[in-house]
């Protein structure tokens, strides 16, 4: 994920600006929030109002980045698919015959189509979901030592408890991950074999085998989409109810804190609307992280597609090919499938950076001749 983004570092950055700022104003309507009803308890009509209307232009600004953030991310997250599919074209342009031919296009088209939605659901969009809370977090941790440090202190020790949940499923979740994007090549290929066998079930009276072959196959894409959101809704609840938990804790907390009069009555408004904050972003944190994490097979199979030993002939110049040699020459070329003579006596010669047409009726060897060529 790293080179994708360091690929696009300048529109990622800004984004994580508009993110940010986004979540600095968020934090700081949440303080307005106790000023107002600070002012509120002390009778303080007018300045009632003006913390009102003030706080009103804050939120204009937070719906403002709000609405930049989520037009821009679709760009930004485009560019990123647009990278690793042209990688992908890269690898595949590079890799020989018999390797390209080694999957069948629905693997490749799983890769360019399949693979890529999931890393952005599973990685980019995520990514930016994690910006968003870590963020949020440490702003309103540094606003609650603001009111007082015992607030920040049962505010960290839970966070590192929340923390330990993605660490928890991060092995089960990459498990899960792979499996998926493994099924949904497999669909495709089963798919895609089963379609391209259209005319010999028709030709044998079996087209009723085609809904089945296809079903079978949706049933074990099943099973695998089943099992990953049986682990994601796991990871999620356990994160929801430590998020519940501590929000309550913190908020009583606060209370008590009110009733001994070391803060004041308003400031349990802002302590609700920060920790709302924190750990809503850490409830959400486990499974985004978690999510993250499985999706680096997914990365390390797409980077890993060419061999390291790519065809060698993608790294000649033309102007280091000898013309005076022919590129391919064979004499008396003869191949047969079992009894069946597919090439008898066949001699050519190909010069470099000249056009040959092969041309014969279906069988008549032309495939068998650009095998052997390769």
């Known amino acids: 994920m790293y080179t994708i983004i360091k690929s696009n570092i300048k529109k990622f950055s800004l984004l994580t600006i508009f993110i940010v700022a986004g979540q600095l104003l968020l934090i700081y309507a949440a303080t307005i929030n106790a000023l107002v009803l600070n002012e509120l308890i002390a009778m303080n ?44 074209a890269t690898d595949i342009s590079n890799s020989t015959y018999q390797e390209f031919h080694s999957k069948s296009s629905g693997t490749y088209l799983s890769w360019l189509n399949n693979d890529v939605q999931t890393l952005n659901d599973q990685a980019f969009k995520q990514l930016f979901l994690v910006i968003k809370g870590i963020s949020g977090t440490i702003f309103a941790v540094v606003t609650l ?11 960290l020790f839970s966070l590192m408890i929340m923390l330990l949940v993605p660490k928890i499923f991060a092995s089960k979740m990459r498990e899960v991950s792979l499996n998926l994007t493994s099924q949904n090549e497999a669909f495709l290929k089963s798919s895609e074999t ?7 079930l028709a ?16 049933i074990l894409l099943k099973m695998v ?24 804790s913190l908020v009583f907390l606060t209370g008590y804190l009110a009733i001994k009069g070391i803060v004041k009555i308003g400031t349990i408004e802002a302590i609700g609307a920060l920790t709302g904050v924190i750990f809503t972003a850490l409830g959400e944190l486990g499974g985004q992280l978690s999510s993250i994490i499985g999706t680096k097979p997914i990365f390390l199979k797409l980077y890993s597609i060419n061999p390291i030993e790519s065809n060698k002939m993608n790294d ?4 280091e090919v ?20 597919i090439l008898k006596n066949l001699n050519f010669c190909f010069q470099c950076n000249e056009k040959y047409l092969i041309l ?11 095998k052997l060529l390769n």
């Open 45 to 88: 009509l007018e300045r009632f109002l003006k913390l009102s209307i003030y706080q009103m232009i804050v939120w204009c600004g937070i719906i403002f980045l709000d609405w930049v953030v989520k037009n821009y991310q679709v760009e930004v997250i485009q560019e990123f698919n647009l990278e690793i599919r042209n990688r992908v």
């Open 194 to 200: 089963i379609l391209n066998g259209f005319d010999v």
């Open 316 to 319: 000649i110049e033309p102007n």
């Open 145 to 155: 030592n603001h009111y007082h440090w015992s607030l920040t202190v049962a505010t």
């Open 322 to 341: 000898n013309r005076d040699f022919p590129l391919y020459e064979a004499k008396n070329i003869c191949y047969k499938y079992g009894d069946k003579e």
């Open 360 to 370: 014969g009726e279906s069988g008549s060897g032309k495939s068998t001749l650009l």
């Open 225 to 248: 989409i089943q099992r990953k959101t049986t682990v994601e809704t796991l990871a999620g609840a356990i994160s929801f109810f430590l998020n519940i938990f501590f929000q309550i």
């Open 203 to 218: 030709s044998l009276n079996l087209l009723y085998v085609l809904p089945k072959k296809i079903k079978e196959a949706g």
